[in-house]
């Protein structure tokens, strides 16, 4: 079946940092990839995606590459922010089904 | 893009008493829409998917009697806590998922549940 594996937290990081969560995933076929971001007492929003091999997902200065060789769509920022502490999820979806599998989600915290 | 909004966002329940959670995709016809529950720190545990106008589909150890899951229409999915106990106090979570979507999900801001 479907599995997501990400880096356990929490990650701490200062302010400018790079950042480099890592995610890889077990799947039969060809998935899309998601990273999900939620923010204290929210509910998940999309970060990025890619739908296939070597697409690039990139969104708010977070960028993801699909690595079909590798299973992984590793998240990276290269300058992190306070106000991107959150959680993140990774999470894959499987052509024609709706459930995407999520990974247990890593949690990100910038200090100033 | 689209929306989904959930209501209320947060509750406080006696214990025994039902509460009921409203999930809408307020931008886009949804045939298909996702209950999960989070605890503290933890990933999202699908509970059930829901489809207009039928019955939903529970994931295994998930108690239907207990998650009443009803799906009217193509805008609105409900899902009641009967018999709530503090065990149930939880952060409940919707999605929705456009035809087209392979996988990707639509969240609600997600309601935070107490029952004390």
């Known amino acids: 079946g479907n599995s997501v594996t990400q880096m356990e937290g929490p990650v701490t990081l200062s302010e400018e940092a790079f950042l480099t969560i890592n995610c890889t995933y077990t799947?039969?076929?060809?998935?899309?990839l998601f990273w999900y971001v939620q923010y204290p007492g929210e509910g998940l929003q999309l970060l990025l995606k890619?739908?296939?091999?070597?697409d690039k997902g990139s969104n708010k200065g977070f960028e993801a590459t699909y690595r079909k060789e590798t299973t992984s769509f590793h998240l990276e920022k290269g300058s992190v922010q306070v106000s991107d502490s959150a959680v993140y999820f990774c999470?894959?979806?499987?052509?024609?089904?709706?459930?995407?599998?999520f990974g247990r989600g890593t949690s990100l915290i910038v200090h100033p | 893009g689209a929306v989904v909004s959930q209501h209320p966002s947060w509750v406080i329940c006696k214990s025994g008493t039902s509460v009921k959670i409203e999930c809408r995709s307020l931008?886009?016809?949804?045939?298909?829409m996702f209950w999960y529950r989070q605890f503290p720190k933890q990933s999202l545990m699908l509970m059930a998917t829901?489809?207009?106008?039928?019955?939903?589909?529970?994931e295994q150890g998930v108690e239907k009697d207990k998650f009443l899951i009803n799906h009217a229409s193509l805008t609105l999915s409900t899902l009641t806590v009967t018999s709530a106990h503090p065990e149930d106090s939880s952060f409940y979570i919707c999605?929705?998922?456009?035809?087209?979507?392979?996988?990707?999900?639509?969240f609600g801001p997600g309601t935070r549940l107490t029952v004390t």
């Open positions: 999605s929705a998922g456009e035809a087209s979507g392979r996988g990707e999900q639509y």
């Open positions: 829901s489809n207009e106008g039928s019955k939903a589909t529970y």
């Open positions: 890619a739908t296939k091999a070597d």
């Open positions: 999470a894959l979806g499987s052509g024609g089904s709706y459930i995407p599998t």
């Open positions: 799947a039969t076929g060809y998935p899309s």
């Open positions: 931008d886009f016809q949804a045939t298909t």
